[in-house]
């Protein structure tokens, strides 16, 4: 028991550490992209981190490949392949996204996507699973209604809103196959225990379709979009403070 508790509390500090190194990278870059004279220098590192982060993937699945046919129990290491990666492909697909849309729009993105990966890791490892459908329902909407008033997007803001809306009701989905389940679902012949028994998935709909609608406002009103973003901000705190009673 202990031994787990060590274990995730490690590999939160990593998250965190890998999350502020990424962070700065992308201040460095942002700030080097506003001068001629370092502004290739900046896509040049970027293409590198890239490359590295593609790299270490493949190395990570070696690893993975490696421990499975030796048999070994990896459950409670850090430096495992599952670990490495996890954490390269992240970085990869920030770096390779970067690379093919190098602006400041997509700096911008980067700033939001990657805090609000290590907000759903924590939730993910801290709170009940509900609590994370629910921030995560919130964070697709957020991205979905900021990319709506973005110049990554353009003219095809209907594919971002209408993604955006399509994992939130796949989020739902998912929620009503496990209730079905009792909790369980079914994934390639293993049964899974999701959520507890004292799981509460009305507030998961509640959330999903308050998002849904969200979506539907900002596009029918895009000069209130950023008001919308901060009231799915508001309302993860609340449910957050809610769900942190819970767990007292």
């Not at 293409?47 to 421990?67: N, R, W, Y």
């Not at 709170?127 to 900021?146: D, H, M, T």
Request: positive net charge.
């Amino acid at each position: 028991m202990y031994r787990k508790k060590d274990y995730v509390t490690n590999k939160l500090l990593l998250v965190f550490t890998l999350a502020f190194a990424l962070l700065l990278l992308l201040m460095n870059v942002g700030r080097m992209m506003k001068s001629t004279a370092t502004f290739m220098t900046a896509y040049t590192v970027v293409k590198v981190v890239a490359v590295a982060a593609v790299v270490l993937v493949a190395a990570g699945i070696v690893m993975i490949i490696t421990e499975h046919s030796k048999k070994k129990d990896m459950s409670y290491r850090l430096l495992s392949g599952k670990n490495v990666t996890v954490a390269a492909l992240f970085v990869a697909i920030c770096a390779i996204a970067l690379s093919l849309v190098f602006s400041q729009s997509m700096l911008m993105l980067l700033y939001i996507f990657v805090p609000a990966v290590v907000v759903l890791y924590i939730i993910y490892y801290s709170y009940q699973r509900e609590f994370f459908l629910i921030a995560l329902s919130c964070i697709v909407g957020g991205i979905g209604i900021w990319l709506l008033g973005s110049d990554l997007v353009n003219t095809k803001d209907v594919f971002a809103i209408a993604g955006a809306a399509a994992l939130v009701v796949l989020t739902a989905g998912f929620a009503l196959c496990a209730q079905l389940g009792k909790g369980k679902i079914k994934l390639f012949g293993r049964e899974l225990a999701v959520f507890k028994a004292d799981a509460r998935y009305g507030i998961i709909y509640l959330t999903c379709l308050l998002v849904l609608m969200l979506l539907a406002a900002a596009f029918l009103a895009p000069d209130l979009a950023m008001y919308f973003v901060f009231a799915l901000i508001a309302y993860i705190v609340l449910t957050g403070v809610y769900y942190t009673v819970k767990l007292i």
